[in-house]
């Protein structure tokens, strides 16, 4: 297993849609392990293939609470199937990091994917876990937090940006 750099805002490997995989090999395995490996080290509760360079339809999730037992999701070729509510939370993002915004989203979705074996999963929640399959997988369509806020918000977070560059706590 590897610990895989994440890629930040401004690489335009986050602005890419994904491609939908195809083969269930030995690869795709790595990548899932490096994966959740990379999004636990953070720490993070959520990492789509395009934060660490590939531009592949797969994500890594899990929201179990910290200490508590792991509950590690892998999901491949998701989609969101079903949505309800509305509702403002807030959001990181690792490809942010040190950076909070409030989001507007559905509060509950269903989503049905393929898991690391090819096989067919449904994923359905609200709270943490609905917010974060929404996030992930916006990730998938080349999407990010700062393309659902406000024009406002948008300033803010750039000005923020910049201040962490300034002080080196932006990363590469
Ligand atoms: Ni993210």
């Known amino acids: 297993m590897a610990l895989l750099p ?3 805002y401004g690489d335009p490997v986050l602005r890419r ?3 939908p995989v195809e083969q269930f090999d030995a690869d795709l395995q790595r990548l899932i392990q490096d994966m959740f490996q990379t999004m636990y080290a953070e720490p993070g509760v959520g990492l789509a293939a395009p934060q660490v360079g590939v531009s592949s339809r797969v ?3 899990d929201v179990s609470p910290a200490g508590k037992k792991k509950e590690p999701m892998a999901l491949i070729n998701p989609r969101i199937v079903r949505t309800r509510g509305r509702l403002s939370g807030e959001e990181g993002c690792l490809s ?3 950076i909070s915004v409030k989001i ?3 509060e509950w979705v269903s989503v049905t994917a393929v898991n690391e074996k090819g096989l067919p999963v449904t994923v359905e929640g609200d709270g943490l876990l609905g917010r974060c399959l ?17 024009l406002n918000q948008k300033v803010r977070v750039w000005w923020e940006i910049r201040q962490l560059k300034k002080r080196g706590l932006w990363g590469s």
């Open 6 to 8: 994440i890629r930040r």
């Open 17 to 19: 849609k994904a491609r």
């Open 59 to 61: 994500v890594v999730i």
């Open 96 to 98: 942010f990091p040190g």
């Open 104 to 106: 507007v989203r559905p």
């Open 134 to 150: 929404q996030h992930e997988l916006d990730h998938l369509d080349g999407k990010m937090m700062i393309d659902r806020i406000t």
